[in-house]
Each structure stands twice: as C-alpha cells, then as structure tokens.
C-alpha cells in the first residue's frame, strides 16, 4: 500500500485533469458537494491506476444533469430513479450519484431508494470499508468514517456496518467480497466470513444476471483461485456453481486419486498463466476460465471404482460438457459463450494419446476441424490439463503437444486447415448427380468432407469420380 502523501498525490494530479476540474468547479458553482468515492479512492492508496470514476452529490438526480449538460459531450440517463447520471467530459466517461440512505426489504435485493444529504451517511451504507472513503473536491480533503485506510493497511474486507446487517440488506456482496479477495488479495475477517456461511442462501433472492455479473468479474482478475475457494468454504458455491464444490471427492484408503476440485483450480491458474503469455495485454478470456474450472464437473457423475485400486470416470468430458450447458443455461450466459464452453470442455481430452501414438494427418486434421475458431482456446486447457509433478512426463506431454501445435501449423499454411471444406460444394454434387436438394445432397456432401479430412486435397476431377462410385455403391 502506498502511504496517505501518495495517495493524496495521485488523486491531486488526477484533480487537475480537465475532466475532473471542470466538474468540481461546475458543482461548486451551482452551491452543491461533490466527492470522489469509492474504488477510485481506494486504488490510489493502493497505487493503482485510477479508472471507472465515481462521484457523489448531493445534488438530486435533475440537478446533476443540468450542471454537467454545459459542460459534457453526451449525457445519459443510467438509473435515474437510483440517482445516478453518466457523462462524457474532455473525453472521459464519469458516473455522479446522488448521496443514498437506501433501505432495504430483507427479502430482496432491490432497495427502497431515499437520497440522503450526507456524505458520511452514504459511505457508511457501502459495502466493504476499503470502498467506503471519498475525497471532496476541489477541497481534497479525505473522508473516512469507518476506518478504511487502516483496513487498506491490514488487507481486511469487512462492511462499514455489521457483516450481517450488510449482507442481509445485499446478498450480493457476498460475492463481490469473494471478488475482491481475488482482485486485491485482501481476506475478509471473521465476522464477515462468518455472515457469508451463516448468510449463503440468502444470495437465492439475487437475480441469475446479477450472480453472473459478479463470477465473471471474479474470472477476469488474475488470481481468481482465493474468490472461488472462499465461495466454496462458504457454502456460496453450493448454492451458485454447485458442481465446483462436488469436485472435492473423497478419498478412501484403496483407492487413491487426485482431487479433482483443486486439480481444476491449479488448471484454472495454469490457464491463465498461457493466456497472457500467448495473448499480452489482451482482455481476459472469461470463456477459457469458465472451460478450465468447469472442465472435469462430469467426473463425480462417471466415478467408477475398479479393481487393483484404480479411478475411471469414462465419458466424463461428455458428460461434462452438458452439466456445463445446464449451469451456464441457469446461470443466463448467452448462447455462443455457453456453447463454446461446452464444446472445449467436450474436447479437452481429445490430445491425450497423441503421445503415445503418431497421429496420421487425417486425425490431425480432425482435431483442427473440429475445434474450429475454439483451437487457439483448446490449445491452452490442453495444455494447462496437465498437473502431474512427474517431470519426466509432464515433459513428454509438452513435447508431444508442441509437435502437435506444428502439425496443425505446416497443415495449415498448406491446406488452410480452418476453412477445410469438401472438393465439391452443394451446388455442384447436385449438378453431378441430378438431384434435388434434401438430405441425400447432406449425405454426399459428408462424404467428400471426410475423404478431404482423412487424404488431403483432391482436386474436383478425383472428387468427382469418388463421388459417382460412391453414388453407385451406397
């Protein structure tokens, strides 16, 4: 953490910026308080860049909007009846929100909204006190009433108020404390992990969106491994992402096998770890984290003892892959991400025995062709899949999945892999062999499909002549 000077510091120079100072002057001007609040108070004493510029007022939400008006390219209305007004000012996108003494209903997540005329008041009804702290502008002068630098300093998540009047007014935070755990490395202190446990099933009252909103922003910070363990200590998990907590099976004394559940948090790390050194200062891909934490849910449903003391879980990648469907289903992602996750989570194991046996072209081609778009993405949960601490065979592995990697690129340049289609398209099997469209053109063209795939190009004139003997012969 940065010291209090450096702090003030940043937010000094940040108080310069056209954008900010045009705002202060115009809310002091028209006799109204304004404060920098929330996160971006928090990050410059953690020296963090400061982004997602909060502020708050106690100006009422009609109010705000005719004083940034003058002053602002654009302004949009982005909950009006919750107080908040967005604006684009010397370029840069702000959010002011009018001061808040909300009370909730214990049932729901939706607050009786009531605009409050104080400062202190609104911190205190904040989630965690590392976010409830503001600095008046243009005074700057740091606002504090809970103790939120000294939590800065100790790297605790606990609420302004009781962690069971706070979770009781907003499930929700439950999960952003699982959040911010990953994200700022901070844990939160015993009453608060306490109120999560005690408090779990209350997060049932959040809508699915919101719940989905907040595991995302979990996946996209770099260590999302604390947030998703302090989920599944406290029972949230359970409720939210129930096939993560089944992970942790149980080991008898005959037979002994890895733990799934902290096999699929290591993969989850390791996939990370590739992501960014494959794609530097790219957004994180939330669509391979969701695949490599979710990428062994089958295995509890498909666990078989055997005899001599081994573990099966044969078609667990299958079955899997439609766990995952239903949860992202339930959870309301969209349907390309959910597909795509069920898709990689179906195709995660497909390498395992390249390694023991040269694949021929054909089948290299086939794994190209079946991950389509999603090869990059596999390429990584299928390298991250390995976790033994045998070196001598996770080097095995990696050589094998390296010479894999090569394959598909020298296939590629020369047959353009990721496009493969068949030597004769609809139009012309139908021409060749005078029928109509229907199921028999689908048929035929399968056929050519799979001859492409299994022997490479051929050419329309071969293409033809094997199409006409197949025709004859079917």
Known sequence: MHSAASAIESITRLSTSPSVSRLAKAFADAGYELALVGGPVRDAFLGH??????????????????????????QWDIGRDFGTIGAQIAGEKVEITTYR?????????KPEVAFGDSLEEDLIRRDFRVNAMAVRLPQLILVDPSGGVEDLQAKILRAPKSAEVSFTEDPLRMMRAARFASQLGFHPDEETEWAMTEFAGAIENISAERVNEELCKLLQTDHPRA??????????????????PALRLEVDEHHHHKDVYEHSLTVLEQAIDLEKERNPGEPADVTLRLAAL????????????????????HHHDLVGAKLATK?????????????????LIELHLRFFGYSDA????????????????LLDRLHILTRADVTTRNKRKADRL???????????AELSEAEELAAIRPDLNGEEIMEILGIPAGREVGEAYNYLLNLRLDEGPL?????????????ANR
């Open 227 to 244: 947030g998703i363990e302090l989920l599944v200590s406290t029972g949230i998990a359970a409720i939210v992402l129930p096939e993560i």
């Open 358 to 373: 040269a694949w021929s072209d054909s089948a290299v081609r086939r794994y190209a062709r079946d991950a389509g778009d």
């Open 459 to 471: 050419g329309a004139e071969v293409a033809r002549e094997r199409l006409l003997q197949w025709w």
């Open 294 to 313: 979710l990428h062994d849910i089958g295995k509890p449903a498909t666990r078989q003892l055997e005899p001599g003391g081994a573990v099966s879980f």
């Open 101 to 109: 003494a909300d009370q909730y209903d214990g049932k729901t997540r």
């Open 49 to 74: 860049d400061m982004h997602d510029l909060d502020f708050t007022t106690n100006a009422r939400p009609d109010d705000i909007l005719r004083i940034v008006e003058p002053i602002s390219e654009a």
């Open 327 to 343: 949860r992202m289903k339930a959870l309301r992602f969209d349907k390309e991400t959910t597909q795509n996750v069920a898709r």
């Open 398 to 408: 990696a050589f094998a999945y390296d010479d894999l990697e090569q394959r598909i």
